[in-house]
């Protein structure tokens, strides 16, 4: 029992720096080509991955009829658009600008559990909704909380990486009906699969498949890592992850992504590490942690 905890603390812990290295190998095969079609190779190769796995485990299992639509939904909102999203903005914005602002997800489904579901909202939750939005606006001004109120807050990419996050956090409880009928992986193949169909209208709205070939060694190598690691290995790591520990627990490795991704822009990117973001950063996580407390 002790031997499956700590393989699940392993996984859990590499599907996160997976995630929190995914900005930054996305604004590394953004330099070579655009964002829809690093988005279309990305889930490409995920959904290879994550077949592989399902086919492998013998978990595979035809979705019912009245079911495709729904993961067609999902598909299109979790995948397409999201990616969509975070892609483009990464054009413009850094990395771990991207990652603090993220981070705020619990906040947002938190909020929407309150309206949708009308789940309690004790007045902890506020206030730890109130320090998030603190530390976004801390990340993105740069700590030049004066500029909210002006014409140069925040770049474009900021404004596409906030409505990610609400986005994210809608599609988390779309989710939570097909995860009660249907095995994690297979759902999410499934998801993948069709946001991956989908995600062809992206591509061809661009350059197409003809910036393909424009891709250097490192390019490759950022694509790779979102679709193997980020795309295939990571979910699955993270939902082996949760059929072993509490949810809380597997939760609090969130926490981890962001760091991760600054560490990891610093080193790759070059990306300054300020104090604001730093500063900022630290308010968000606080935040976030009185929201799921």
């Not at 992504?257 to 900022?280: C, Q």
Request: glycine letters at 10%; charged letters at 10%; proline letters at 4%.
């Amino acid at each position: 029992m002790k031997s499956n905890k700590a393989t699940a603390f392993v996984k859990a812990t590499l599907a996160t720096a997976f995630w929190g290295g995914s900005f930054v190998a996305t604004k590394v095969a953004l330099r070579e080509i655009s964002p829809g079609t690093v988005v279309w190779l990305r889930f490409a190769i995920g959904v290879v991955i994550l077949a592989a796995a399902v086919l492998i485990r013998r978990q595979f299992s035809l979705p019912r009829p009245r079911d495709l639509g729904y993961f067609g939904l999902l598909g299109l909102q979790g995948i397409t658009f999201h990616q969509w999203l975070q892609s483009t903005g990464l054009e413009t914005s850094g990395a771990s600008t991207t990652a603090w602002i993220v981070a705020t997800i619990p906040v947002f489904t938190a909020l929407l559990g309150w309206m949708a579901l009308k789940e309690k909202f004790a007045w902890l939750k506020g206030l730890g909704i109130g320090l998030a939005a603190v530390g976004v606006l801390l990340v993105v001004s740069n700590g030049d909380l004066r500029s909210v109120f002006g014409s140069n807050f925040g770049t474009p990419g900021d404004i596409l990486i906030l409505i990610s996050a609400p986005n994210w956090a809608i599609f988390s409880i779309l989710s939570r009906r097909a995860l009660r009928d249907t095995p994690p992986a297979v759902m999410i193949l499934y998801v993948m699969g069709i946001g991956w169909l989908l995600s062809t209208f992206l591509l061809l709205a661009g350059p197409g498949v003809s910036e393909i070939a424009r891709l250097s060694l490192d390019g490759w190598l950022g694509i790779a890592f979102l679709g193997v690691f980020c795309s295939g290995l990571a979910y699955i790591f993270w939902y082996d992850a949760l059929a072993v520990l509490p949810a809380s627990q597997v939760g609090a490795f969130i926490y981890l992504e962001p760091l991760v991704t600054v560490v990891v822009a610093a080193v790759i990117l070059a990306e300054p590490i300020l104090w604001s973001s730093i500063a900022g950063g630290v308010v968000i996580l606080g935040g976030v942690w009185l929201v799921q407390k």
